[in-house]
Structures are given as structure tokens and as C-alpha cells.
């Protein structure tokens, strides 16, 4: 199994539609993370959590929420999804940056596709 | 803020030949340097990252990569390209999280 799910795969919906992407994690990382890539713009940050009770918006948060429900649980959701939204999301999982300590790689999931019409 | 750049969205290769795949990088500070790379239909897998120490880093699957300071590259390399190594591939600088570059495409030839 892998590591870090996310569910679904691949979703088609329309514009207005409430869309909740899930994230899950068996790597124990404290830290979990939302990135929205598109075409020649790489991967940019959407929100963060480095724990249940901490949540952060990263570079382009207009638009999307997220839930931390556990350690192992972290969700984004499109309140009123849009065709601008339409891309492929990754979650992201890791441990601290620690110097002399772990480094803080991340590890991903397979993405899910979304596509708003 | 810290950020890195890819000058080149592509680059084709023969198979056998030489790849390269070029990152630059601004920080403040002592850089944490990352590359990763995407196949098709699937999500980053990491490669390898620089923190401190030698120059040349070596990951997975016969990449590696030299981390120059006075130049502030941190370019990919893998001695003989496979058709396999064809991707996507992603360089990535971290403090809080991870910023990341553009992306370039890589094509091997057969």
C-alpha cells in the first residue's frame, strides 16, 4: 500500500460544486501538505499543517480549505469549484527540517486530476 | 524568499548520452536543495538533495548533482541517459516547505 492516498484519482465536476479532496498518511509525519501543479508553473503551495492543531496558508489559498481530522488525515475542499481550479493536486507528507537531523524531504502522493467544467 | 529556477523547459538527449538538467537557486543563508522527478500519471519521487557537505551528491537511480556556490547551481547529471529516464524533473529549494521550480521536461531517444 502506499504510503501517502489520495482520494479520488481523477474527478470531473461542475462550476459551483462543493469538491473535498482527501489525503491520507501511514508515514507518521507530523506534517502534511496541499500543492496544486500546472502546466509549466511546477508545484506551488496551497495550505500546510505541521501538526492537527496548526494550519497555514501557503501561496495560493484563495479559493480552497483544508481539515487536519488526525495526524494521518489532512483534506482540501473547493467551497464553489471554478474552471480555473481545474488541475492536478498532490498532498505531501514529512518530518521537520532538523539541522544535523532529518532533512526534510517530502513524499507525495499520486495526485488527483480534477477537472471543473 | 527563497525560490529556484529552470532555465530550460526541455531538453532531448540520445540515449547513452549525457544528460544534464539545470537548476538555479537564491536563498538566504545555507541553501537545502532538493531534486525530484515525475513520470507520467504519477506523483514526485524524490532523487536527491544537498544540505552540507560535498559537492557532488549522488541518488537514485545514477543521477546526481553538483552543487556549485559561487555560480548558485545546483545542476542534475546522469553520465549515460536511459529511455526510462525520460520525465519530468523537478528542482526544489526548502526552508518551511518546499518551493519549486518550473519543471523541465526530459526526452531520451532511442
Known amino acids: 500500500d502506499a504510503d501517502v492516498t489520495q482520494t479520488p484519482r481523477n474527478r470531473i465536476t461542475k462550476t459551483g460544486k462543493r469538491i473535498m479532496l482527501e489525503c491520507s498518511q501511514t508515514k507518521g509525519h507530523d506534517r502534511m501538505y496541499w500543492y496544486r501543479q500546472d502546466p509549466g508553473l511546477g508545484l506551488r503551495l496551497i495550505y500546510y499543517s505541521f501538526d492537527v492543531k496548526d494550519i497555514n496558508k501557503g501561496e495560493i489559498s484563495d479559493g480552497y480549505s483544508v481539515s487536519r481530522q488526525a495526524q494521518a488525515k489532512f483534506s482540501l475542499s473547493l467551497e464553489s469549484a471554478i474552471p480555473n481550479q481545474t488541475a492536478l493536486y498532490f498532498c505531501?507528507?514529512?518530518?521537520?527540517?532538523?539541522?544535523?537531523?532529518?532533512?526534510?524531504?517530502?513524499?507525495f502522493g499520486e495526485g488527483s486530476r480534477l477537472t471543473v467544467l | 524568499a527563497q525560490s529556484v529556477a529552470q532555465p530550460e523547459d526541455q531538453v532531448n538527449v540520445a540515449e547513452g548520452n549525457p544528460l544534464t538538467v539545470k537548476c538555479t537557486y537564491s536563498v538566504s543563508g545555507n541553501p537545502y536543495l532538493f531534486w525530484y522527478v515525475q513520470y507520467p500519471n504519477r506523483g514526485l519521487q524524490f532523487l536527491l538533495k544537498?544540505?552540507?557537505?560535498?559537492?557532488l551528491v549522488k541518488g537514485s537511480y545514477g543521477f546526481e548533482a553538483e552543487f556549485n556556490k559561487s555560480q548558485t547551481s545546483f545542476h542534475l547529471k546522469k553520465p549515460s541517459a536511459l529511455v526510462s529516464d525520460s520525465a519530468l524533473y523537478f528542482c526544489?529549494?526548502?526552508?518551511?516547505?518546499?518551493?519549486f521550480g518550473a519543471g523541465t521536461t526530459v526526452t531520451v531517444r532511442a
Open positions: 526544489a529549494v526548502r526552508d518551511y516547505k518546499l518551493s
Open positions: 505531501a507528507t514529512s518530518d521537520p527540517l532538523r539541522t544535523g537531523g532529518n532533512t526534510g524531504e517530502l513524499f
Open positions: 544537498y544540505i552540507t557537505g560535498d559537492n
